[in-house]
């Protein structure tokens, strides 16, 4: 059974992977799908409740509540993605030199890796922006600062498991060279981790880019992103808390199904979890 397969027979995992196929689809096809242009402002609809041409009504300065949701997709979730890649990518390269050559090797690139850990994330994202400035590039960029070495000691641990293996020393005594024993041998049977680790850190990235942007130090007026959203409908939460309530459920249905995706990604691809997982699924349906 693919991948695939095993996710869409898992009803919570086909749903959570639908939910965030459509939103990745609706944020790059935003002009597509706003209905308005998400920073007109209009100070007669100030406030206004929901109506046929505007579904989730509009905000302090008129502007439509649900373009502005559907172009918040963007920096939301896509940036951050992107983002998250970047992440990767930098850690991976550290990650397989450092799990594969062992030796002095590990050892100085995992010193520099504890060098970067040891620092507060929260701190160091400040850090980055008291020095660049506020902005959304400028949290993807401590982001990336703060989350590459993490990425890159997972990988290595992922990567010390396989190194050893017989399949892995034959094509070192065939004289194979060591960068194709990696991208060959070792990529492949280490990229179902990675997934499963990228995909757990997705949700809590989108988490902290949203609380950034909601403290103001994200995303800029008048562009449109969920945390930014929230901030700005704070002013009338008590008094019109339905104005919180479209971004607020947007970044709570994306990061869970994002988790629940991740998940399942874990159970699909571990075999132990796998048969764990339909044993049990085989004792509620009995």
């Known amino acids: ?26 944020g790059i096809g935003a002009p597509l799908f706003a209905p308005h242009d998400p920073e007109e402002v209009n100070m007669n609809l100030r406030y206004a409740a929901s109506s046929w041409e505007y579904l989730l009504g509009n905000d302090h300065l008129g502007r439509c509540i649900l373009s502005r949701l559907i172009y918040g997709i963007r920096p939301s979730v896509l940036w951050v993605f992107v983002a998250l890649a ?38 160091m994202t400040l ?6 400035g506020v902005g959304l590039e400028n949290i993807l960029i401590a982001l990336v600062l703060m989350k590459w070495a ?22 070192k005594a065939s004289g194979v060279r060591d960068i194709q024993i990696i991208y060959r041998h070792l990529v492949p049977v280490t990229f179902a981790e990675i997934a499963v680790i990228s995909s757990g850190s997705f949700g809590s990235t989108i988490l902290q880019v949203s609380g950034f942007s909601f403290l103001g130090l994200g995303v800029q007026a008048p562009a449109a992103e969920w945390g930014m959203m929230l901030n700005e409908a704070r002013e009338v939460m008590f008094s019109r808390p339905e104005f919180m309530l479209a971004p607020g459920l947007a970044i709570m249905v994306v990061v ?22 339909n044993k049990l699924q085989g004792k509620e349906v009995a």
């Open 1 to 26: 059974m693919t991948l695939f397969k095993h996710l869409l027979k898992d009803k919570i995992a086909a749903l959570s992977l639908g939910i965030i196929v459509v939103t990745v689809v609706v």
């Open 86 to 123: 970047l992440c990767i990518l930098i850690g991976a390269v550290p990650g397989f030199i450092a799990g594969y050559f062992r030796g002095k090797t590990d050892a100085v690139v995992m010193r520099i890796c504890d060098t970067m850990i040891s620092f507060p994330g929260y701190v």
């Open 127 to 132: 850090a980055v922006v008291g020095i660049l």
């Open 150 to 171: 993490w990425f890159a000691r997972v990988i290595r641990t992922s990567v010390m498991q396989y190194a050893e293996s017989e399949y892995v020393k034959f094509s």
């Open 256 to 277: 869970s199904a994002i988790n629940f995706l991740s998940d399942a990604l874990q159970v699909a691809l571990d075999p132990k979890l796998r048969t764990s997982h």
